[in-house]
């Protein structure tokens, strides 16, 4: 169970994620956990959360950018700084040095397990 990321591009892809996680988040991290960077060669997926989706959240957030410099964003909505560098944290708590990303919304219904293809 859980949320796997293909990478279904030409390039190797980076990821990360966003999430509704007030449990392990509240006060300064607002509720939102934030995890990444998760290297992904073409024709390869990586698991990136491995729990039940559904009994989390209905909705999810990424980012991805590709080494041509393709990238998978958002639509303004939810920006955030996130480390260059592997990452867990909760939002906004500690990001130096960090790098602005525009997470993309993703609705995976009411399914625990869900695979995201990245492709073009």
């Not at 998760?38 to 957030?61: H, M, R």
């Amino acid at each position: 169970m859980g949320l796997t990321i293909a990478n279904g591009y030409t390039d190797q892809i980076s990821v990360c994620i966003m999430f509704e996680s007030p449990d392990t988040c509240s006060g300064e991290g607002l509720g939102w956990e934030m995890m990444g960077w998760w290297n992904i060669d073409p024709n390869d997926s990586k698991l990136v959360y491995a729990n039940d989706l559904e009994d989390l959240n209905q909705y999810w957030y990424y980012y991805a950018q590709a080494v041509d410099g393709r990238t998978w964003t958002g639509g303004g909505n939810w920006t955030a700084s996130v480390p260059t560098e592997a990452f867990d944290q909760c939002f906004g708590i500690g990001v130096s040095p960090g790098v602005e990303v525009d997470f993309r919304e993703l609705d995976i219904n009411s399914y625990d397990d869900f695979t995201l293809t990245l492709v073009e």
